[in-house]
């Protein structure tokens, strides 16, 4: 597929740090692609990069093959929804939806805010102020604000924060079939791992400004590259350099066939869906697996094999 907006070698510098370092992206039409990493990992500053509120110190932004970098941000066609929402909050749903529009002189309001409050689900809801709204409403005001101009790229800077965990899996299927539906570019900023994984058709995890890995979310589980990926991504066992995923480690209290290494249980935890066990090597690595509810219960200080299967091994540089 064709590349809607290309990041080359862009920086960002400030005196006392680089917050983005030769970064380069090429993202596709049509896609929902994610930028994850730790706070200060220069997610943000990147995606401000795009929108236009920061200038980079060099390299270069190009929509549809256009460069951004010396338009102003109202210029581009590129809106984004905040992570406060930033709503206006003397004014209503419907208000709000339309501000942009008005600001741009378009004239078919009616048709197009019936369509986008249709799409994020607010029929009914047009009249009601910020402060009546749920906090998964807001959002839907946020986004519908952004997507009834209809923009190339739609940037979201950690949409799902301020929600709590249960309404944000719910939001979360909701906006993959909002940018699905309207096919919309979706760029968005996130340190949730499982929200990345979950949403995402690519992602680039990014880490001390610059990007480490860029791949399907498939291949940064399950191939990271480098240690960092590999961790960031998901809780790992390390023995000799190999990584193994809890969820692929075994522990049984007789030698394995494959792989193993002998360990001394510390901790037995009930986790609902599987039971996490820690376990510590001789050698004082630590080793978690997750194992089923119905399989072996170790309690602390028993003896166990800690085994896996080769094809899970994860080796990085």
């Known amino acids: ?16 740090h680089r ?24 997610k943000t500053t990147t995606l401000r990069l795009i929108a236009g509120f920061d200038d980079p110190t060099s390299g270069d932004i190009l929509l549809n093959g256009s460069s951004l970098v010396p338009l102003k941000p109202y210029q581009r ?26 600001r741009k002189g378009i004239t078919d309001l009616d048709a197009r805010v019936r369509r986008v409050v249709d799409l994020v689900q607010l029929n009914g809801k047009e009249s009601r102020l910020p402060a009546e709204l ?11 604000r952004s997507l009834v101009l209809e923009p190339e790229v739609l940037l979201l800077d950690e949409p799902l924060s301020a929600l709590d965990p249960n309404l944000r899996k719910q939001v979360r299927t909701e906006l993959k079939d909002v940018q699905r539906r309207t096919g919309i570019t979706f760029v968005i900023v996130t340190h949730d791992q499982e929200e990345a994984l979950s949403l995402c058709d690519r992602i680039a995890v990014m880490h001390q400004g610059k990007v ?72 004082g690595a630590v080793a978690i697996a997750e194992i089923p509810r ?3 219960h170790f309690v602390p200080g028993d003896s166990v094999d800690v085994s896996w299967d080769h094809n899970d091994q994860i080796e990085v540089v």
């Not at 917050?19 to 220069?42: F, M």
């Not at 066609?77 to 529009?101: C, D, K, W």
């Open 1 to 16: 597929m064709e590349s809607v907006l290309e990041l080359r070698e862009v920086s960002k510098h400030y005196p006392t």
């Open 19 to 42: 917050a983005v370092d030769g970064v380069s992206l090429s993202i596709e039409r049509g896609s929902l692609y994610g930028l994850l990493g730790p706070s200060g990992c220069g």
């Open 77 to 102: 066609n590129v809106n984004t929804v905040f992570q406060s929402y930033a709503l206006f909050p003397h004014m209503s749903v419907r208000a709000n939806i339309e501000f942009g529009l008005k």
């Open 134 to 144: 749920s906090g998964g409403e807001k959002q839907r005001v946020a986004l519908a």
């Open 212 to 283: 480490e890995q860029i791949g399907t979310p498939e291949d940064i589980y399950l191939r990271p590259r480098t240690r960092f990926v590999a961790e960031f991504l998901g809780a790992m066992n390390w023995f000799n350099g190999i990584g193994v995923r809890p969820e692929s480690t075994r522990m049984t209290r007789s030698a394995a066939a494959a792989s193993s290494v002998q360990a001394i249980v510390e901790s037995s935890m009930f986790l609902g869906h599987c039971v996490q066990v820690r376990a510590r090597t001789k050698e």
């Open 294 to 296: 119905t399989g072996n």
